[in-house]
């Protein structure tokens, strides 16, 4: 089968490495304050909650971390009323965050390569791995989650982000049980040509207002064969389905996409050799081996239990995200948008991430495959040829046909490099818009936020949290989402390090009345 293919050239005159290895600086300290430093005007329209989640330290006591994958958690809250903003950031109190604070120094191995003090016998045969909740944050059903996928979810206080605890979501989960970072929710919705069934319009709803809205989460069991445990939360938090399923071999899971009758996951074409992890000379992530001879494998699994999954094979390709997945009126077709890589990219122990040499890299590119149930057969072709990564969308089309991706890109069109731009794709079309951030503002991911009195679906705003080198902060950026224009820029007094996924309530948390 042949394999998707990709360019690996940069272009490093678009911007500095030292300029971007600065903003993986860790932020020890905790802030809350209003953000008055503005260009722009704030929308009085833009009401409720932004969190986000990534690595806040990369190092521990002057210690570095080997991946910033590895860093603890730090969820940051921007909350918007009235035309102004409020800053908050918190780290996550786990377990292994307390202990390493007390103990000054790096006391637990990390999942991407960071190892404990002493060489290889300091690390021989020591599995345990730390929970740093550093990978998502979501609220559902009056809980706020930071979510890492190896284990429980921490719950936290949306108003202040202090730490509650682990949460074993009512006795769902048993200690040490998984629960991916990467919960889609079903917005409830059938969507029509522009209305609901009750009449309101589908893009104007609230994301708390479909009234039959599901939770959807994952969790994985890796071994010789997989077990994929799926659950889905009702409104009040309850559980309302649990299935298991096993599938053959090995299978790192790190997204899924849904849709009302599927769950869909890529079984990515690695092997995992744990001896060298067993052995103390590398992270278990770094054991991963691509293997371009394999296909890449869609799991199809149906969200009704009774039914069976479906596997069907797509060119060998290494995928992080999904954007989403719809199905066709007749139900026997599934197109599943996501981001992909000719290889996995791996680091050597040893090797210091900032010094990546993003050229050697492959890059993100943005691909759509279409799967025929009728046949098991798969076609698949390019959407976005620009290194890109973090696709969304609004809330209200996940699991239907959508019209508009947002996703965040490089500034060039071709060849892998930071990501400095937003790049919104209309899929009716063909159409492109692209905000550069400019030379010295690096991105992540961009977070579409719908207008509370949309009629269109690209109606609302994409906020994004983008390091600016220049100031050695960060900024929040408010770009309108039918073009990309620019909204408003908040500026922040301090940085914070790159980070990984956010959500968007319209709850309004964190300012005292």
């Not at 919960?183 to 522009?194: L, M």
């Not at 071994?223 to 790192?252: H, M, W």
């Not at 293997?291 to 009774?306: C, E, G, N, V």
């Not at 109606?459 to 080198?469: I, M, P, Q, S, T």
Request: net charge negative.
């Amino acid at each position: 089968m042949q394999s998707l293919e990709t360019k690996t050239s940069s272009n490093p005159a678009l911007y500095s490495l030292a300029d971007w290895q600065r903003g993986y600086e860790s932020q020890p300290q905790e802030f809350e304050t209003w953000i008055d430093d503005i260009e722009g005007k704030i929308p009085d329209n833009l009401t409720g909650t932004l969190f986000r989640n990534g690595p806040g330290l990369l190092d521990v006591a002057g210690e570095p971390i080997g991946h910033p994958f590895d860093g603890d958690g730090m969820i940051c809250q921007i909350t918007f009323q009235n035309g102004r903003a409020h800053f908050r950031n918190r780290f996550v109190r786990t377990e292994g965050y307390l202990a390493e604070q007390a103990a000054g120094k790096i006391l637990y191995r990390g999942v991407f390569g960071t190892q404990k003090a002493g060489g290889w016998l300091a690390n021989l045969l020591d599995l345990k791995i730390k929970n740093i909740a550093n990978t998502h944050v979501m609220y559902w059903a009056d809980r706020l989650w930071a979510l890492w996928e190896a284990a429980e979810p921490h719950r936290l206080d949306p108003e202040t982000l202090e730490t509650i605890g682990l949460d074993s979501i009512d006795g769902l989960l048993k200690p040490g049980d998984a629960f991916a970072a990467h919960a889609r929710i079903d917005p409830g919705t059938v969507p029509g040509a522009a209305e609901t069934a009750t009449g309101a319009n589908r893009w104007a709803m609230s994301p708390n207002s479909a009234g039959d809205r599901r939770f959807v989460n994952f969790a994985v069991k890796p071994g010789l064969s997989t077990n994929i445990t799926i659950y889905e939360l009702d409104e009040a938090g309850k559980l309302a389905s649990r299935q298991t399923r096993s599938v053959p071999g090995f299978a790192f899971l790190h997204d899924f996409a849904i849709t009302p009758h599927w769950c869909i996951f890529f079984q990515n074409p690695v092997k995992f050799n744990p001896l060298p992890f067993m052995l103390g000379f590398k992270g278990a992530g770094q054991c991963l081996e691509f293997d371009p001879k394999q296909p890449t494998r869609a799991l199809l699994i149906p969200r009704d239990p009774s039914q069976a999954v479906r596997v069907l094979d797509v060119p060998p390709c290494f995928v992080f995200h999904h954007g989403n997945a719809f199905e066709s009126p007749d139900g026997q077709q599934i197109t599943i948008d996501s981001v992909c890589y000719d290889s996995f990219p791996t680091l050597e122990p040893g090797a210091d991430f900032r010094s990546v040499d993003f050229g050697s890299l492959p890059e993100g590119q943005l691909w759509r495959f279409e799967m025929d149930l009728t046949t098991d057969r798969v076609r698949s072709h390019c959407i976005e040829s620009r290194c890109c990564e973090f696709p969304s969308l609004h809330p209200n089309a996940v699991g239907h046909e959508h019209r508009y991706l947002y996703i965040g890109a490089a500034r060039s069109p071709q060849g892998n490099a930071p990501l400095q731009a937003v790049l919104k794709l209309d899929l009716q079309t063909g159409d492109r818009a692209l905000f550069d951030l400019g030379a010295r503002v690096f991105g992540g991911e961009p977070l579409f936020v719908p207008n509370p009195q949309a009629t269109q679906e690209d109606d609302g705003w994409v906020l994004l949290l983008a390091y600016n080198a220049e100031r050695h902060a960060s900024d929040l950026i408010i770009l309108a989402a039918q073009d990309l224009s620019l909204v408003a820029r908040l500026k922040l007094k301090h940085h914070v390090p790159y980070g990984l996924h956010g959500s968007f309530v319209p709850q309004v948390f964190g300012i005292a009345d």
